[in-house]
Every structure is written in structure tokens, then in C-alpha cells.
């Protein structure tokens, strides 16, 4: 059992005469715990541990049964530290800056006769960014948390504490209370919103002038992803006022694209999961949200934005968080096209010996060869874009800009989402210092202990989010298993490969294990480029990017784990 500072999240069962809080999520000892009219037997519970030896622990929430999903992913987040609620005073101190309106003296640039809109998942709640765009001037507006969250204040050290929002299926672990996150600081529609705006002109993809400024804006329209991909289809009208400057957005964001690629960008698709829920809390279905060129309009857009933002930083020495991506060794870069050529992918000639700045430019082409070869084939996207992935160093911030290779840029920093990320509101401040909106630089001294927090809280947030979509996807296949049958057979593909067996994404979005050992009628050994499992009696393979066909065998939804086995022939050995 385990827990944050809230308290120890487990089952509560039944011992003898005595009732027990026993471990969920991992082996441990159980904890006698004092009788509550709330609680039932088989409800999952935060309790507060009995301050003596012979004290029992304290009911301190009902969280609900393990086998509904809202409940289940609530105590997870518990169990992994997540708080889950504001101490009282900061929730306080938000409404109070909430209620204060803002201002704090600086001046403002009305914007509210300048059409604006908003691009965001259909679910998003919080609005961190809005667009206004004429031909060629973009306008990126930001929410203006900084106004609301003075440095040193209650909430501002809570932020800085949670270092970011946790986004989970379902729910979410706000970095800041929701009077600021989805009230004040949100970009909503119809509403006077404070705001710090990015103003670009540009001549196709390269920005000629940069302006940066507090301002007040008032969106027209709340647009969402799959709304915007419909209007571009055609299915949708391009309806005013908005129509005009999202025509003229789409443009700038279209040679931004280009211009990427052209310079060595690396070309990454990635599909996140969208659960939804019954009223009673029960997972009924996902979809993967793929990046769709709505998607891509508001990506460029804001990094030409973050771009603008450390570039000026940079020049003008202002204390500051950039995003870091290093270039990757040349080593893991070789690696990489040795796995790839191994799986019959086309892959750029390496230079001998590979400079670090070469490295960068041949794993940029082998996404591209990658993406060209998975249009082609028709399968194998996944596994394919996680060697790639695994090539590259991991981003993180910095006081000192090195450059973020990734994108290929010289100076990059995360100013978009200050609603969501401690470092963007670090450099909003830093922003408005250096143009004179009345923020005082950030302090120097502390900037390397910050970003270093601010990077194990986000590496800790990843974490969290992609086993709570795994304890999600566990649970929505159970209930698919009961519906339609439990040995039924599922189409899939290899995304990855160890000595112990294959990792198989399967059906809609599923992922689970197949071992070797159940791959009966052979001995399976791990080819040296780590791409290929190969049977040594049959001849057989398993690689990476492969079609399968599996049956699951067991589904472990508090973990997050498919063990998966193979169908049988007619001769009794595995189709693989």
C-alpha cells in the first residue's frame, strides 16, 4: 500500500471480526482500520494511518468499487501522491485574486475589437491560448495567469509545488484552483479576458517583426478540433467573423509546416486516447485523438510563438526556463538506422564518424523515412515511431538555452500554457520584465532548482497519465470480453520486442504482453538489433511492425496489464 501526504489508499476487507484496509495497486502488509457507516467491504478507501501501535486508521473517503473505472483511477491518483484537492487557504487566496480582477497597474492593449478565437479538444475546460489573425499578422493571445499569481504568493508556491496540471481519463489534477484554471484565467467566449499577446508579422514561414505586450481580448467563437477539420474538409461553413482570419491562420501555419520539414524537424504522429463515461463513473469507449491539420495549425502557431518568446529572452539576458532538447548521441542515432535497415526500412547514409549535429539531422530523416514507409505498408506506425523515439534524448528545461533539436530551433522555451505548467508562467514573467509590463525578472539564483523540479514533476505526470489510460483501457476491454465473448480472437501489431516476448497493440487501442513462452513448439531469441524475435527450430519471427493475431488471457485492470496469448493452428503451434 502507498499514498501521498492524504493518506493510504487500499481495499477495505473483512479479517475474522475485524475490518482491514489491504493493498490495491502493490504487495504489502494490510492495516487495521476503525468501522465507518460509509464504508462497505470491497470499497477501495483513503484512510489515515492510527497514530500508535495499537491505533487503527481512519476512513477518511469512500473512493467506490474497484470495478468502476472513475473510482478505480481516483484511488490511483491518491496512491501515487496526487493530493486531489487545494489546501483550503489557497482555494481562498485564488477566489481572492479571482475577485481582485487582475489588474495590477500595468497597461493593456485593448483587443477586443480584433476577431478571436479558440482551438481546443471538444472536453477542454481551461483555455490557455486564443488566435486572431489579417493576411499575414498573427496575433497568439495567452492567458495572463501572471497577472492573478504573484510571485511568492499562497497559490504561486502551490503551483510551483504541483509543477503541472495531471491530465488523466476523466479528470484532472489542476496546477492551479479552478477559480484561476477554468474561471479568470480561462479564455472563454464572450468574456473580457486578460491577456499576453504575441504579435507576428510574416513573410511565409519567417517572422519579420515580434511584439510582445499585455493585453485585454474578447473571443468570438469556441472552436473545437473536429469542428475546424470539418470546415477545412469543406462539410462546414467558413462562418463570421472567424472565417476570414482562420482562413488566414491556416495559410501561415501551412508554410510554417513546410519550412519545418524542410529544416530538419522531426515528423512524429502520435494517437492519445479519449475515454468516455457512463453518469455512474464506467468507462463505455475511446477514441484515439489522431493530429489532424486543426491540430497542426495551433502546434506551429504556438511554436512559432515560444520561438519569439526565448529568442528575445535570449538577447536580452533576462533569467529565464528554456525547453531543452539535446541533439542525440551519435551512438543511439546508429543504433537506430541499424534497427530500422534490420526491419527493412529505408535509411540515410551515416557519415563516419557522426557528429552530434549530424545525428540530429539523420534521426529528422529517419522520421520522415519512417512516416513514408508506414504510408506505404499500411501498418507498423507504432512501433516504428518508438525506436525513433527512444533515439532521441529526453526534453527538460534549463536556465540555459540549448537549443531544442527536435524541432530544430536555436532557442525554444514553453510560454503557451501557463494555465497547466509552472516553467511558462516562470516565463511570462521573465517576458514582461524584458518589455516593460511590469513583472520583475525571475530570480536568477533559483531558476536551476526550479527547472529541475519542474522536470521530475513532469516526468512523474507522463508517468501517471499513461498507467491511469492503461488502468482505463484495461477496464474498457473487460467490458468489451463480457459483451462479445472472452476467446475471441483480436487482430494486432508487434510494437516492440524483449527477450521475454512481444508488446502487441491489438483491436481498438488495446495493448498487452505475449511471452515467448507460450509460444510453444520453439526456442525464441532476441535478434542483437533488439527489432526481431526469431524462432531457432521453425525459422519463425516476430518484428517489430508486424501483424499478429492474439486471444487475451488475463487482464490486470489495477496495474494496467493484458497478458496476451497466440492462436493455435491446426498443427498446434502459435500463428504468429
Known sequence: MSGGPAGLVGELVKRGRYLTVAPFFAPGRGVPVESSREARVGDL??????????????????????????????????????????????ERAAREARD??????????????????????????????AISADGSRIWVHIADVGAFVRPGSLVDREAARRGTSVYVPGAVEPMLPEALSNDACSLRPNQDRLAVTVEMDFDGARVTRAAFYRSVIRSDERLDYDRVDRV????????????????????????????????????????????????????????????????RLIEHLMIAANEQVATLLEQRHVPALYRVHERPEPLRVQRLVDQLASLSV?????????????????????????????????????GLTSLVLRALKQAYYSPRNL????????????????????????????????????????????????????????????????????????????????????????????TGVIGAGAFVAFG???????????????????????????????????????????????VDSPRGRVDLGPLEDEFGSATV
Open 232 to 295: 477545412f474538409a469543406g462539410a462546414e461553413p467558413w462562418a463570421q467573423p472567424w472565417g476570414e482570419p482562420l482562413r488566414a491562420a491556416r495559410a501561415v501555419a501551412a508554410a510554417l509546416q513546410a519550412a519545418r520539414e524542410r529544416h530538419g524537424a522531426l515528423a512524429v504522429e502520435s494517437a492519445e486516447p479519449d475515454f468516455a463515461f457512463d453518469p455512474r463513473g464506467n468507462v463505455t469507449g475511446a477514441e484515439r485523438s489522431v493530429q489532424t491539420e486543426s491540430h
Open 508 to 554: 481498438d487501442g488495446y495493448e498487452g504482453m505475449l511471452p515467448v513462452r507460450r509460444l510453444r513448439g520453439d526456442w525464441w531469441e532476441l535478434n542483437e538489433p533488439g527489432t526481431i524475435l526469431e524462432g531457432t527450430r521453425s525459422g519463425g519471427s516476430l518484428r517489430v511492425g508486424d501483424e499478429v493475431a492474439v486471444r487475451v488471457e488475463r
Open 100 to 129: 481582485a480582477g487582475g489588474e495590477a497597474g500595468a497597461s493593456r492593449r485593448d483587443l477586443r475589437d480584433l476577431t478571436t478565437f479558440t482551438i481546443d479538444p471538444v472536453t477542454a475546460k481551461d483555455f490557455d491560448d
Open 45 to 90: 478507501v483513503l484512510v489515515r494511518p492510527g497514530r500508535g501501535p495499537k491505533q487503527r486508521a481512519k476512513v477518511l473517503r469512500v473512493l467506490g468499487r474497484p470495478d468502476n473505472a472513475r473510482a478505480l483511477i481516483e484511488a490511483f491518483m491518491l496512491d501515487r501522491g496526487l493530493p486531489r484537492r487545494f489546501d483550503p487557504a489557497v
Open 403 to 494: 537549443g531544442h533539436a527536435g524541432l530544430s530551433s536555436a532557442a525554444y522555451c514553453h510560454f503557451t500554457s501557463p494555465i497547466r505548467r509552472y516553467p511558462d508562467l516562470v516565463c511570462h514573467r521573465a517576458l514582461l520584465s524584458a518589455v516593460g509590463g511590469g513583472e520583475e525578472a525571475p530570480n536568477a539564483s533559483k531558476l536551476p532548482s526550479v527547472a529541475e523540479w519542474s522536470s521530475a514533476r513532469e516526468r512523474d505526470a507522463m508517468d501517471v497519465e499513461r498507467t491511469a489510460d492503461d488502468i482505463a483501457r484495461c477496464l474498457l476491454l473487460e467490458r468489451e470480453l463480457f459483451e462479445n465473448g472472452f476467446d475471441r480472437e483480436f487482430a494486432g501489431e508487434v
Open 346 to 382: 529505408p535509411t540515410p547514409p551515416v557519415p563516419e564518424p557522426m557528429s552530434p549535429s549530424q545525428a540530429a539531422e539523420i534521426v529528422a530523416e529517419c522520421s520522415h523515412r519512417v512516416d513514408e514507409h508506414v504510408r506505404r505498408v499500411g501498418h507498423g506506425r507504432q
